[in-house]
């Protein structure tokens, strides 16, 4: 009976053992898709600038938006075919990126639609991923680190890309995405959120920026939008936290939108108290900001933020 025993634990154990290889070899594909999916989308990028053109069957550098069949709900998925015909169009939704509650509940956020897009030009680099997907919004680079990814933003359903790829396909680590509420046209602050992967793909090397000496050889962020080239300095590196709703805290989240030098004071002064290590690079009320954000395991709901300004 009892070597009937031990052999019944053997087996189980054996058995435990085959699916934890199962599931990290899932995780491990899972990961090599992602990358692949985004090395895909940069050699794009790539292609176009380097042609200075876009090769897309349209008149011109900006694709009109498919037209939808007159029985067709708006809501639900269409396929474009221009590079992955599973992608698929956000529907309406709730708030909850990485664990961040939304600071507010009226819809502030501005959307990128097709009356802007005929304003102003499109990057010849973007306009193919954004003719895929109206979602894109641009494109963030730093030097030194995994960060070179597509930035996302889709207001109706903010936390789409928490766990959806490009194309809308799962994808584990999901796209760094900006902060639903956001005023992407007027806020002096861009926050964009991304998970941070053990592997250090997606925000996943921003840890490394909690030592001062790779900061002083990586102190920029090239971000992108649809319509201009941008450069950003890193000016500080702080860890925070998300409180309970009756603590007396930082809620940088609740500064997705800056609008004043009265809301920019306030960010700056809540920035200073909270540096890994000083930069000594000054900060004003009126620069413009990019923050970006992502988990850390310093403590309970810990967070991990980079905050850099424009340079002119």
Not at 89 to 94: P, Y
Not at 166 to 192: C, Q
Request: glycine share 6%.
């Amino acid at each position: 009976m009892l070597k009937n025993k031990k052999q019944l634990m053997g087996i189980v154990l054996m058995l435990v053992f085959f699916a934890l290889c199962l599931f990290i070899l899932w995780q491990h594909h899972q990961e090599a898709k992602q990358v692949r999916t985004f090395s895909a989308l940069f050699d794009l990028v790539e292609e176009k600038k380097r042609l200075g053109e876009i090769d897309m069957g349209c008149d011109g550098i900006i694709c009109p938006k498919p037209e939808l069949p007159d029985d067709a709900d708006v809501s639900s998925t269409f396929q474009l075919s221009l590079l992955n015909p599973s992608m698929m169009i956000a529907s309406a939704g709730s708030f909850s990126g990485l664990g961040i509650p939304s600071s507010s509940t009226q819809n502030t956020s501005f959307l990128v639609t097709q009356s802007t897009t005929e304003s102003k030009q499109i990057l010849p680099q973007y306009a193919a991923m954004h003719a895929q997907n109206p979602d894109f919004l641009g494109w963030i680079r730093i030097e030194g680190t995994k960060v070179n990814y597509p930035v996302m933003f889709s207001p109706q359903d903010p936390d789409r890309y928490l766990y959806k790829d490009f194309y809308g396909d799962y994808a584990k680590y999901g796209v760094p995405f900006v902060d639903g509420i956001t005023d992407v046209e007027h806020s002096r602050n861009l926050l964009i959120h991304g998970h941070n992967a053990r592997s250090g793909i997606l925000f996943g090397d921003l840890d490394k920026f909690l030592k001062k000496s790779f900061w002083d050889k990586h102190r920029y962020i090239h971000f992108d939008t649809l319509y201009e080239e941008r450069k950003y300095e890193i000016v500080a590196v702080c860890r925070t936290h998300i409180p309970k709703a009756d603590d007396d805290a930082f809620r940088y989240y609740e500064y997705a939108n800056v609008w004043d030098d009265d809301e920019a004071g306030e960010y700056i002064q809540h920035v200073i108290e909270r540096l890994a290590y000083p930069t000594g690079i000054s900060l004003h009320s009126g620069d413009k900001f990019l923050t970006l954000s992502t988990c850390s395991n310093h403590k309970k709901d810990g967070r991990l933020i980079i905050i850099a300004k424009e340079k002119q």
